[in-house]
């Protein structure tokens, strides 16, 4: 029996975990459990452990007696973790890149050309951020990686708004931040690749705290 409430929980984690990344649920929307048992056919027990396992990957807010949300920032709160951001992740960076493997560097420029040919939206995102975890893949932590794919959740869906804000120059930006990003990974030059990922993710930044109207229009609450 508990291992069938594992697995339930495993299921329902990859599930919820997928709609709140693809942003079928939105910041601040309500998670009822009651909903969930239903839809998976599972009981309360593994809804709750689902709920946990996503409220420490930074996704989901529990409030003790009272329900779960989809996790949500303010702007105040968004610039805080960007800027906790631009200072982890070369960090992360740094320690990645002497440990990368020869298939993980074959893939960085075929994934900047594929960013650069994206349909939609939600695909650009999907492959940004296989793009950046795989730059961070050599590292070997104890808890700076699981902090920043932490940092990574929290920010999801304003990396959304982000690409849905950004005209056609910003686009072309990005994409030859990545490729700067990729060739100084693939040179070994540790110094010039964090410099390029401490802006690029600056960038981001500055341009949520021009446009504080989204984080409106993504509250869900």
């Not at 996790?71 to 805080?80: F, G, P, R, V």
């Not at 994934?111 to 939609?120: N, Q, T």
Request: charged residues 25%.
């Amino acid at each position: 029996m508990a291992e069938k409430t594992a697995g339930s929980a495993v299921r329902i984690t990859e599930a919820l975990r997928a709609d709140i990344l693809g942003g079928l649920l939105r910041p601040g929307e309500r998670i009822r459990q009651e909903v969930l048992a239903e839809r998976y056919g599972a009981s309360r027990l593994p809804v709750r452990d689902a709920l946990r396992s996503l409220e420490a990957e930074g996704l989901v807010i529990l409030v003790p007696n009272t329900g779960a949300w989809v996790a949500k920032l303010s702007l105040d709160e968004c610039q805080e973790v960007y800027q906790v951001r631009e200072r982890v992740e070369p960090l992360l960076l740094r320690m990645s890149v002497p440990g990368l493997q020869q298939s993980a560097l074959d893939r960085l420029l075929p994934l900047v050309e594929a960013m650069r040919g994206a349909a939609h939206v939600e695909e650009f995102l999907a492959l940004d951020r296989e793009f950046h975890m795989l730059t961070y893949s050599g590292a070997e932590t104890t808890m700076l990686g699981e902090l920043v794919e932490r940092l990574w959740n929290t920010t999801q869906h304003y990396r959304r708004a982000f690409a849905l804000l950004g005209t056609e120059r910003t686009a072309r930006g990005i994409h030859l931040e990545h490729e700067l990003l990729a060739l100084a990974i693939l040179r070994g030059d540790v110094e010039d690749a964090g410099r390029v990922l401490l802006g690029h993710i600056r960038t981001t930044r500055l341009e949520l705290s021009r446009h504080p109207e989204v984080f409106h229009v993504l509250d869900g609450a």
